[in-house]
């Protein structure tokens, strides 16, 4: 075999590796979004929806975490309950509960969610202080009625818990 043919043969295996690439890494178009998702995307951009649906969610997640955590309390008097009675003390610790988690958990999911989107636009920038913002306005609301001293816990407890789940889940970079 010649100098001159093995030189063909490379350049010949070099063309067809680079064809392969090639066919390997075809750029795929960019595909714009339909006017149903960027209507969407819209109504999700929205405070007031984006509140309200956070909201909702956690009122679900406090019924069903009271729900869960009154069916755990047993009563004082259990021995001397009758079957029925323990039934009915139970569905009312279980409502009472259930209720009063649902409450709460609303309140803190619409704040929470409200303040996070009011501040991002605001400052026109998604990253890990508006999450401590937001949490330091759902803490200074939810423990208001405890006075200023329980407020201010209250922002700086549930800002940090806000940003340690932030960088936790690692949202921002």
């Known amino acids: 075999m ?17 064809a392969n690439e090639t066919e ?22 929205n405070c007031a ?37 323990l039934f009915v003390y139970t569905a009312k610790t279980m409502g009472g509960k259930s209720w009063a988690s649902c409450k709460a958990f609303a309140v803190m999911g619409l704040v929470f969610s409200a303040a996070e989107c009011v501040v991002e636009k605001a400052r026109a920038k998604h990253d ?9 306005v759902t803490g200074g609301t939810m423990s ?3 006075g200023p001293k329980g407020a201010c816990f209250g922002c700086a407890g549930f800002a940090a818990f806000s940003v340690a789940i932030e960088k936790f889940l690692e949202r921002h970079e």
């Not at 956690?58 to 019924?63: A, F, H, K, Q, R």
């Not at 890990?128 to 330091?136: E, F, P």
């Open 49 to 85: 929806v984006r509140s309200v649906a956070s909201g909702v969610m956690g009122g679900g997640l406090g019924l069903a975490m009271g729900l869960f955590l009154g069916a755990l309390e047993n009563p004082i008097h259990q021995d001397t309950m009758t079957g029925r009675q």
């Open 24 to 45: 390997k890494t075809a750029i795929e178009p960019i595909k714009l979004p339909t006017i149903e998702e960027v209507r969407g995307q819209d109504i999700w951009n």
């Open 2 to 18: 010649t100098e001159d043919s093995s030189n063909t043969s490379a350049a010949a295996a070099a063309a067809s590796a680079n």
């Open 144 to 146: 208001a009625k405890t």
């Open 128 to 136: 890990i202080t508006n999450t401590a913002i937001a949490g330091c």
